[in-house]
């Protein structure tokens, strides 16, 4: 929780730095004023929040979240703006205005103010596996299993569950499949998850850097099931779980690659539960977003050298940060020593 060298100074001062947020309150599920910064306990708290457009002129950072609307007012001198996109590039505004944003906050790790759906620790960094007392695989007698809803992502994910399931198992629930499970009643629905399966395809819409959602981290790191990931580049996904936590599809040539090392481990309990060591050495985060932003306001070595986005959608969306296919054929396409 980083402090501002000078901060004691300027919290004598009495003066709060303001932060608009141009969207409205009702998208972020804050409240008008400091009740965030100080329910949060910030060791950087001088700073709040407001709605009011009014407020553009004089605001210290104008915070938008997922879409820009140019203010009605000129710009300040050192007014911070900052774009918070939640939804990957495929799903968010492109923006047409350039040398717009100053800071970015996002689910990407080289994000001005990285904003990741969950974040891991562990309790010591040199303990990541521990001999577990029970057996994950005990009484469990179906195979794989998907909630899904959306069945036309673009990433090709239902196709690839089609492909799997012509060797394995893959029970699939939602509007993508033949399985019924009512979102009214989720938690019964994980509970079938937790006593039943032993696999869950944690697939994203998209295939983006960094993107890794509550489909894999809530809905199986945080139940006793193993996790078949597609979305984020493996080095992603291994950047920011507990090691040894789940299967990265790009790790196999093939579903059915994939699907004979599957089978492999439903018979094999020793090896399905080596995947279950991590569970115990560390815990996720509460990772202060808006503490954070208020500290980086308060900063005066962020506002020595300006940084700007020429075109904030250069960075966000150029090339290499999604691909329609797996990321093992995309480094195929771009690594010229394998097209030799």
């Given at each position: 929780?980083?402090?501002?060298?000078?901060?004691?100074?300027?919290?004598?001062?009495?003066?709060?730095?303001?932060i608009l947020l141009y969207n409205g309150l009702g998208p972020w599920n804050v409240k008008a004023g400091r009740e965030v910064f100080l329910n949060a306990k910030c060791p950087v708290s001088?700073?709040?929040?407001?709605?009011?457009?009014?407020?553009?002129v004089t605001a210290d950072?104008?915070?938008?979240?997922?879409?820009?609307?140019?203010?009605?007012?000129?710009?300040?001198?050192?007014?911070?703006?900052?774009?918070?996109?939640?939804?990957?590039?495929?799903?968010?505004?492109?923006?047409?205005?350039?040398?717009?944003?100053?800071?970015?906050?996002?689910?990407?790790?080289?994000?001005?103010?990285?904003?990741?759906?969950e974040k891991w620790e562990y309790f010591d960094p040199r303990i990541r596996q521990?001999?577990?007392?029970?057996n994950y695989a005990l009484n469990k007698t179906r195979k794989v299993a998907w909630f899904v809803s959306n069945c036309g992502a673009r990433n090709g994910r239902l196709q690839y569950a089609h492909e799997l399931q012509k060797h394995i198992?893959?029970?699939?629930?939602?509007?993508?499949?033949?399985?019924?499970?009512?979102?009214?009643?989720?938690?019964?629905?994980?509970?079938?998850?937790?006593?039943?399966?032993?696999?869950?395809?944690?697939?994203e819409n998209s295939n983006c850097k960094d993107y890794i959602t509550e489909k894999f981290f809530v809905n199986a790191l945080n139940r006793n099931i193993l996790p078949i990931v597609m979305g984020a580049r493996p080095e992603d996904y291994e950047a920011s779980s507990p090691q040894k936590s789940y299967i990265h599809v790009d790790e196999f040539a093939s579903p059915k690659e994939l699907a004979e090392y599957l089978n492999i481990l439903d018979r094999n309990d020793e090896l399905y539960n080596s995947y279950f060591k991590w569970k115990g050495t560390g815990e996720f985060i509460n990772t202060f977003y808006w503490?954070?932003?208020?500290?980086?306001?308060?900063?005066?070595?962020?506002?020595?050298?300006?940084?700007?986005?020429?075109?904030?959608?250069?960075?966000?969306?150029?090339?290499?940060?999604?691909?329609?296919g797996s990321w093992r054929n995309y480094r195929a396409r771009k690594d010229p020593i394998s097209e030799e």
């Open positions: 929780m980083f402090v501002p060298p000078n901060y004691e100074s300027i919290k004598r001062k009495g003066k709060l730095k303001t001088t700073c709040s929040i407001t709605a009011a457009r009014d407020k553009a950072l104008i915070l938008y979240k997922d879409h820009y609307i140019p203010p009605a007012v000129p710009r300040s001198a050192r007014q911070i703006y900052m774009m918070y996109f939640l939804e990957c590039p495929y799903h968010t505004q492109h923006v047409k205005f350039p040398d717009v944003f100053n800071w970015t906050a996002t689910y990407r790790k080289d994000s001005d103010v990285v904003a990741p759906y521990a001999e577990q007392d029970r198992q893959v029970d699939i629930y939602g509007a993508c499949g033949t399985y019924k499970c009512s979102r009214s009643t989720a938690d019964k629905c994980f509970e079938i998850l937790d006593r039943d399966y032993k696999f869950y395809l944690a697939f503490c954070r932003v208020c500290s980086l306001l308060h900063d005066e070595a962020s506002f020595q050298k300006p940084k700007w986005y020429e075109d904030i959608n250069d960075w966000w969306r150029g090339p290499g940060v999604c691909t329609d």
